[in-house]
């Protein structure tokens, strides 16, 4: 209650005293982005072996048509049906998205941890490489990435990490830096806790709130950084069904099919938009969880 | 200051108000039936411990409330304008000028981007004529009003700048930029010094005094109100369950929760042998779902079957019309009395002084001052904040040893450095012939298992996710203390030696209150098995009735254990209650220390005296001498020779500004850091007495 | 206040430093060595041809100290000649700026303005239809690429409408409206990613200042409405919104390369590309650091703004 209802912070203490405790309300974003995202988890998983046609096949009688009861979303210049390339996309896109910022939450959330709760040099050094780094463009530092390391989706993936770590740590060291001198922490250094055990029992649980919804945020940067790099040229190479890819191959032939490209960007900017609307649900979610708690 | 203002015109009539917030699908009935006249010229105090709904009357008076908050019945006239009809542009008209208000934490009740003078000018320049170059010298003469040297300059700061009571100040000159009719004041002390608490009642006494202002006192400290308000209206769980005149109220309280109150808060003639202090057990009722009877019933000590059936009606007791209470059985309580207690102060040396487990000698603790890159390379010297600057103290098995002082005084670093929290700069710390160096961490298991600490803010002092059962298990295993097998039953144990039922271990800290925060931190620290626990301002966020019960709970516990406490406090009567031994600490430095029946009482060292005059006691019996500190507060940083308290100092002489102060030894026990002649010290007069009386109040 | 200016222009420079050995690490360092990527072509010739186009581009030296021979031909103007064309690359760099420039400058001034307006719009009356309206357009303008929003703007301006140019390509000496004419879309899509991020920080930062106890204070002061909301609370809201706008400066460099990639406009995002595509290392090493320093400068800038909002920050 910092200053949340400040007007009456000490009448409504009483508010959160009641024994019966309401459950909360859970937000509407959080539900409709959660399911949506559960959605394409599903579809990544199942997505190749539900698709109508292998996504490489070429089928020349049929090049270019539109949406048909044959090809629900039409085909591309070569004849592959638009539908089965999508859906087969999904899995390329998730997880390559997921895996990248796995690393770079995982990596981001140690540095954090460990750069706040140190303090001194070592935080402060380690707190100007992320500066030098945070200084690239996200875009920009993964197109460098990719560049050094050469254009193919597991380096797409790497870049992902590289661009996330610096800014994942960031984030955690700040709420690291809020509980370094909380009492309970202290507590556990007066009983002479180890380094390893106050970070990861005392601090780490207590900072789960900020990590998961940076999480869902870097997930739709993920997303975007996917698409925009295959886009380039830079990501996944043909003839994989990458969205991103899809959409700068066909990109031609829009004004005379525009179904070739809408599939793929609806199911880009639904993606990134599900994963935005949980992200804003779950925040929402777990300040109001936060206020009950005091 | 306790018999009436002078009964003038009615300048607030509040009657049968109902107040309600709407939060997350409940409705929190936070203000019932709330009946109130403010008078000109008058203070009217309205007491309450937190969840009593006296923020919400001030809010709602101003019609400052928030969005969730709803007058849900009742009136409010100002004059004879009914301020819950006003128009968005009426009330402005009023808001700021003919009422004003001055708020609890003036840090966050000032704009951060602006600076002050044009805060206040703003007000003026809303509702007066008054423009430019007038205008600003209206805002300097508030500024100067408000006793701040420099009135140009402050109004040229922005608030970081300032202090807290600097900061006060500013709103208090804000509020009386159009001499308003009506001032409320919702606990404008709280969180600051006793002596700048003292200042600032003082000041606004003097500009009530000149303006002939009505004032809504809103405040939890019943010492307060007996200093500074005529008439106050007792609140518990959002009604009034007493009202009448101080001097009435405070010396014939007719509600049970009055008394409750009146005998909780540890009072400065009160010590821990005498008896102990009368808690009141049980937790404030639900706001959403109210008893059906007396709000207070589950609760008092008087109740009975009748209580709980059916609310008690409001009775005037006396001549007066507001002289009333709501209590069925009013009249049948046994009479309220003042107990005196006889002090030996032998006995009292006798019990302070023993074998000294815990010995400190010429300890400081330096903090640097950081240096920018530049200065490091041309070799600017380093500064240090002398936090704690060379102090000697002894402290028994069993014993509690209190170090009292304002904010920033070194308190808290010293009972920090004590348990390994921080570095010592020089000198020694021995606990039993083991010296107690360097962190924590540094130390080996034994000594860091006999060296607790308990914390101020309950809210922090558990770790959220962790159960209460986990949290006092943990000493028990990281120590071996107890196999594995039987720390369930310990920690059981535990929980009932802090008067916690068995089901708590399955809790976690957001189902507790604070002050069942506080007995979990108690049983963790207890459950080391320690001999010494710092106390660092452990009651200082509890509401007065929990705080009796924790200060119970911790000299019990001490009997029975042995061990010994360091008791950091800025509060001079729990400290009078709690301790053998008092050490006054200014500025990183002794003052005094000895028994409490020794520093309570001539001889002074003058800081100590100060602070004595500074403190507000809830009882009318009581006289107290009027010393205020005035001049600046030196800087901690190298800080300059001599006295540090001589810049303050009332009875400062030259030889303070230059020379370190020597030690008078009054008793093995009782020391005194000071320049003034021991004759002069043995001939101060008791600053605070019983009425009509010379002798001391301790 | 100048002591604080110092401070920061000295961690820039550290910054700067720091941004051009990170590009060179990157490039140089790591495994997959560019060196041998930029000579793919030539790799299949002899090996005295390659060693002696290797020391010719000073390639066989240390990397360190490669990199300082580039760094102190960069402070001295000389940022090396670019292999894919042949001429230095510091004009070609200033010449691809200014275009980029003229994309982002427009791009940025439209999305402050704009996104302070409905942010506190927006946070006055919080969940209400308007908040709700304004919250559904930013969460769709910042989950669209820009390579998306070019391309749907372009099917619909260009093909369908034919209102604009599907490609924004500029000729100097044409007046501010056909510019205008131009650049319109690239400059929206541009502008509608950065609306969108700082609408979303300028709302909430607002939502929170207006439950702060100062500007209750304001309130009960008496001050009109706009005062309390203007005065008191945005200057304060602005804050975090200084930090996000700076932020999205670099979101911008970045949807720069997407945006002109769609649009076939030759800034310095395609210049980037057009680096990697050609494997061609002096130009993407510089053209880098150009984007990476543009940021920091900006950063600086935002910095200096929020010190000049928030005086607790100037002294400190």
Redesign the interface.
Known sequence: MS?????????????E????K?P??VPLSMIIGGTIVSFFVVLAIIGPYVTPYPFDQFHFKHRMVPPSAEFWLGTDRYGRDIFSRVVSGASLTVFMAGTGTFIGVTIGVLIGMFSGYTGGWVDEILM??T???M??????LA????????ANEVNAVISIGVVFVPKVARVVRSATLGLRH???V??A??????RAYIIFR?IL??IWPPIIVETCIRL?YAV?LV??LS????GAQPPAPDW?LM??KE?AF??TA?WV?FAP?SA??LL??SF??LG?GLREWLAARKT??? | MSDGGGGGRDVLTIRDLDVT?F????E?K?VRGVNLTVRAGETLAVVGE???????IA?TTMR???A??RVMNGSIHFHDTDMLALRPRELRAIQGSRMAMVYQDPQ?ALNPAFRVGDQIGEVVREHTEMRGEQADNRVLELLGGVNLPDPAGVAQRYPHELSGGQQQRVLIAMSFACNPELLIMDEPTTGLDVTTEAHILDLVANLKEQHGSAILYITHNLGVVARFCHRVAVMY?GEIVEEGPVSRVFSKPAHPYTRSLLTCIPKLDLSKHDRPLSAIEG??P????LPTGCIFAARCDFAEDACRATPPPREQIGDDAEDTVSCHRHRELPPFEFERHIRDVDQARADATSDGALQVERLKCFYPVRRRIIEYVSGKQQKFVHAVDDIDLELGRGRTLAVVGESGCGKTTLGRTL???QMATDGTLTFEGNELAG???D?G?DL?RR???I???P????????SVGDAIA??LE?FNLVPESGRAARVTDLLRSVNLPDNFADRFP?EL?GGQKQRV?IA?AFA?EPDLIVCDEPLSALDVSVQAAILNLLVDLQKRSNTAYLFISHDLSVVRYLSDLVAVMYMGKLAEVGTPEEVFVPPYHPYTEALLSAISIPDPMIEQENIRLEGPVPSPVNPAPGCRFASRCPRKMTVCETQEPPLHEFSPSHRLYCHIPREELDKMRPVIRYAGEETAVV | MLKYLLRRLWLLA??LV??SL??YV??QV???D?VD?LLGAWSQQTGTEYEVLRAQLGLDRPWYEQYFGWLWDAMHGDLGRSFAMDAPVLPILVQRLVFSLRLAVPALIIAVVLSLILGVIAAVRPNGWLDTAITVFT??G????A??SG??AI?VFA?WLEWLPSTSSLSEGEGFFHWAYVLAMPVAVLALEALAHITRITRSSMI?VL???YV?TAKLKGLPRQMVLFKHALRNAMLPTVTVIAFNI??????V??VE?VFSYPGLGSL??FA??QRDLPL?QAS?FF???G??IA?VLADLTYALLDPRIRYS
């Open positions: 200053n949340g209802t400040a007007i009456t912070a000490d009448d409504a203490k009483v508010v005293q009641p024994a019966v309401k909360r309300r100007r490489l500066d030098i780094a200084s690239f463009p996200g875009l920009l197109m460098l990435v990719v560049a050094a390391l050469g909380i009492q309970f202290e507590a250094q007066v009983r002479g806790e180890s005392e649980p207590n739709s975007l698409v925009s886009y380039l040229g830079l991103g959409i700068a990109r829009m004004v525009p490209v960007a880009i900017v990134i938009v935005n609307l804003d009950s708690d005091e | 917030y939060v997350r699908g409940q929190v936070a937190s969840g009593s709904g006296k923020s919400t809010f400052g409330l928030d969730a908050g966050t769980a937790q404030l639900s706001l959403s779902d348990v390994g929290l962190l924590a961490r130390r298991p860091r060296v607790q600490i914390f101020q803010n809210d922090a002092t558990l770790n959220p996710q962790r943990r000493p990281l957001h209150s931190a963790r080391a | 550290l910054t720091g941004i990170l590009i990157i490039l790591l495994p997959g560019a990527q969460l769709t910042v989950s669209v690429p390579f998306i391309s749907l099917l093909a929170e439950k702060t106890p209750r670099g979101w911008m460099l970045g949807g390369v997407l990639q980037v590309l990697i595509e993407l880098m984007v990476a320093g940021y920091c950063n």
